[in-house]
């Protein structure tokens, strides 16, 4: 099994930053992906970020710049840097990764989300 725990969100006024990160545990192999999802209110949960362990980091078209995910493959470690917030961006906040097991198995995993609360 593994386990995703993520820390950093919380509360922040209109134009403030958060940074997220997720640490990834358990029977590992390898992690080809590792990433944030985000969910708002009513709504299905959609891609803010994504790392790859080959290549640049795949964003959500509404990022346009303010966001930068980056990982640490030692640490088995995903960051998100947010940078000028607005109240759109409030949202339960996903960490994912895609694993593969030390028997070749792979899989997706999700953490339990973190709560990010933009206000105006």
């Known amino acids: 099994q593994v386990q995703l725990v993520e820390s950093g969100g919380g509360s922040v006024q209109a134009g403030g930053s958060l940074r997220l990160s997720c640490v990834a545990s358990?029977?590992?192999?390898?992690?080809?992906?590792m990433g944030w999802y985000r969910q708002l209110p009513g709504k299905q949960r959609e891609l803010v970020a994504r790392?790859?362990?080959?290549?640049?980091?795949r964003y959500g078209d509404f990022v346009k710049g303010r966001f930068t995910a980056s990982r640490d493959d030692a640490l088995r470690t995903v960051h998100l840097q947010m940078n000028t917030l607005a109240p759109e961006d409030t949202a339960v906040y996903y960490c994912?990764?895609?694993?593969?097991?030390?028997?070749?198995?792979?899989?997706?995993?999700w953490g339990q989300g973190t709560q990010v609360t933009v206000s105006s």
């Open positions: 994912h990764a895609f694993v593969t097991a030390p028997d070749s198995l792979s899989r997706a995993y």
């Open positions: 790392t790859f362990s080959h290549g640049s980091p």
């Open positions: 358990g029977s590992i192999f390898s992690i080809s992906s």
